[in-house]
């Protein structure tokens, strides 16, 4: 398999294949799985951008609520437990052991990460989303002192995975990892850990485990606090900066397919334009939450 960057216009920062292919790279010895990475060509003339080369691992993509009901009831239980046993691996794992400690720096992460999010959502915004800069100064306001430092995947969600036998068979896409608190993985899975029936705040593609017969967010949630010990009474500080990064993000790609910039295709814009605002709102509804706090 070739990884690459998207074609047109990428964010600052964004699609870094070096260092996606070091990370992965250090990872394969580990207990928490990857693809097996065979080498990096930063040669642009050979396919006009930087690419790594995978091995291939057998195992399917849940896409959607559609696949995932695919797999038998039991096996998307246990997929559930899975989930977090594997995020709990990857946060065990001390950085200068396994050779990215210089992979960023380890505290203030949160504030790190609302710096270079604010800035890409006004460097890509379309229109004026009041919510966003509300949840933002909320999340400076409120931002909890970070406990430790881990590699942090920035993506971690069923739909990046490889699956096989109700098992994790590789995580995939590691361009947003850094070094941090970990906490804002738990937080991000679990925004993306829809029960059936739950409207995604995206307005996107129904997430895998609305298919049902997962383990709820609370199964997850005391899974994760029982095996690392963590305090995760205040996980809806970072369900809040996850949905807020979410925002721009989106509104990011939504502005490069207006642009032209992510070719030519039928591509139903609209889910698009309502994503940020929604996502945005959730965000300002989930900090709330901390009121008093």
């Known amino acids: 398999m070739l990884r690459r960057p998207p074609l047109g216009h990428v964010l600052e920062s964004a699609h870094d294949m070096g260092r996606e292919h070091k990370i992965v790279s250090a990872l394969g010895p580990t207990d928490v799985p990857v693809a097996p990475v065979f080498g990096l060509c930063t040669d642009v003339s050979v396919n006009d951008a930087p690419f790594y080369v995978m091995g291939f691992v057998e195992g399917v993509v849940l896409h959607g609520a559609i696949v995932a009901a695919t ?35 380890k505290e203030g992460y949160v504030a790190r990460q609302l710096r270079r999010w604010s800035k890409q959502w006004a460097n890509s915004k379309m229109r004026e989303v009041p919510e966003m800069e509300q949840t933002h100064r909320l999340l400076e306001e409120r931002m909890p002192e970070q406990i430790g430092a881990s590699i942090v995947h920035g993506d971690y969600r069923l739909g990046n995975f490889l699956v096989r036998d109700a098992r994790i068979a590789a995580v995939l896409d590691w361009e947003l990892c850094t070094l941090g608190d970990p906490l804002a993985d738990v937080g991000y899975l679990l925004n993306n850990w829809a029960a059936p029936g739950e409207d995604p705040p995206s307005g996107t593609d129904v997430t895998p485990s609305a298919a049902g017969g997962f383990p709820g967010r609370d199964e997850l949630t005391e899974r994760y606090a029982a095996a690392t010990g963590r305090d995760l009474s205040g996980i809806a500080y970072y369900r809040a900066f996850s949905y807020w990064r979410s925002a721009a993000i989106i509104e990011g790609v939504y502005a490069r397919y207006v642009k032209g910039a992510m070719g030519s295709g039928d591509v139903d814009l609209t889910r698009f334009e309502e994503s940020s605002p929604r996502l945005a709102k959730t965000a300002l509804e989930q900090i709330e939450t901390l009121r008093g706090a």
């Open 71 to 105: 797999l038998p009831e039991e096996d998307r239980w246990q997929l559930g437990l899975d989930t977090v046993d594997v995020l709990v691996r990857l946060h065990r794992l001390v950085p200068d052991e396994v050779g990215l400690g210089d992979l960023g720096r």
